[in-house]
Structure formats: C-alpha cells, structure tokens
C-alpha cells in the first residue's frame, strides 16, 4: 500500500500524559498537513510542512500540541499534558506541490485519541 | 477567517437518481480552490472534486459535477445515477491563497436501494 499511513490507529490514555502520532506520507510528497476531527464535525486545520518547514499553525494549535518533519519525510505530532477536550480523530494528509499545479491532500486512515 | 457552511446535515437518494449537496462559503480573497470530499463509514477521506475559483467553468468527473456561483459564493455538489457505494458524508473545503484548508461540517448522504 503506497497511501498514506498513520500510527498507531487508536490511542487511548490517561488525562496528563504525552501522546506523540506519527504519519508516513506518500513518498514523493513535499507537503504534509495534519487535522482534528471531532465526532459530527469536518476536519479542522491544524498545521503544514513543505518537505521540513513548517509554513503555518493554526490558532488551534495551543502550545500543548508540537508537529515536526524533520527530513522532510514523515511527520510526528505530540500532544502534552493531554486534556479530555484532545480527543477527537487526528488526520494526516500529504500532498505533491509543483509549479502551476494545484497539489491535491490525500488522506491517511487517522488516528482516534481517548483521553480518559 | 474563511468559513465553510453545509446546511444540509442529511440527505437521501433513491439508487439511479440524481442529488444535489449544497456547500458556501465567506471569504475576501479572490484566488482561491473549493474541493468536495467524500469520507465513507470507517475509511479513508477521498478526493471527488476540485475547482479553481479562477476558472468560469463548471468542474465534472464523471457522474460528479459542481455548481460553482462564485459571486454567490456557492459551490454545490451534483452526484448523477446515484449508486450504492456513493453513501457517505461529505465534506465541502474551501483552500486559501495561504494553503489553509477550511472544511464544513458535512452532509450524510444514503443512498436507497
């Protein structure tokens, strides 16, 4: 399968504690994005990556949450001192950015945090 | 901020007919991209269709097509010979000339045999 992955699939944990999220986007893809997603909702924006940069952080972003890429291939997110407002399904989407073409997200399978 | 409005939170089709998901949207830019994605029960979130606001005419993929008004700043969705695998949420997105994605919240489409 060449689509993009996410680990794990389901995080369950305990109020207080660091959780940290990984995706592996599609291999040739220069930029990555990640999502929440709450039950009912669509997709909220939360940051992205061209290859390691990242280029822009939401306002949801609170300094709880840090995302890195660090060679420009996969992509961590960690959540600090998690809150039960945290859980939600956090998606992963790549795509392939190139001069005069619109780059279109594919989507990995998300990763579905319970904070208890 | 750009925002993305589905007023439809649930919609049915009989299989073979024809639906219309509505989505618009607020914004001030005037270069921007609208997408519709398609998330079925449990998977993946997938691509149906994008627009360039840009370009006058209508984006089709095959049995999809959209109604984009941009000075209503309208943007819905057509699904033509609905069939069985088409039941879904959908997901209108709005893509801002700094590359923020915005999403509605969805239409549950069901698709009657």
């Known amino acids: 399968d060449t689509g993009v992955s996410q680990d794990p699939r389901h995080k369950i944990t305990k109020r207080g504690q660091n959780v940290t999220f990984r995706c592996d986007p599609i291999?040739?893809?220069?930029?990555l994005y990640w999502y929440r997603q709450t039950l009912g909702q669509g997709p909220e924006f939360l940051t992205y990556f061209q290859n390691e940069a990242q280029l822009e952080k939401s306002r949801l972003l609170s300094d709880r949450f840090s995302a890195e890429r660090p060679k420009g291939s996969f992509s961590t997110l960690e959540i600090q001192r998690t809150e039960q407002g945290d859980s939600a399904m956090y998606l992963c989407?790549?795509?392939?950015?190139?001069?005069?073409?619109?780059?279109?997200?594919?989507f990995g399978p998300g990763t579905r945090l319970t904070v208890l | 901020a750009q925002t993305v409005t589905q007023s439809q939170p649930e919609m049915s089709v009989q299989e073979a007919e024809t639906v219309t998901l509505s989505c618009t949207y607020d914004?001030?830019?005037?270069?921007?991209?609208l997408f519709w994605y398609k998330q079925p029960p449990s998977r993946q979130m997938i691509l149906v269709i994008r627009q360039e606001a840009y370009k006058q005419q209508n984006a089709t993929e095959n049995r999809f097509s959209v109604n984009f008004q941009k000075a209503a700043k309208s943007f819905s969705l057509k699904i033509s010979d609905s069939q069985l695998g088409d039941a879904a949420m959908y997901f209108c997105?709005?893509?801002?000339?700094?590359?923020?994605?915005?999403f509605g919240t969805g239409t549950s489409l069901t698709v009657i045999p």
């Open positions: 997105a709005y893509r801002s000339a700094g590359n923020q994605f915005y």
């Open positions: 989407a790549s795509s392939l950015r190139w001069q005069g073409a619109t780059d279109t997200q594919y």
């Open positions: 291999s040739e893809h220069n930029r």
């Open positions: 914004t001030s830019e005037s270069d921007y991209y």
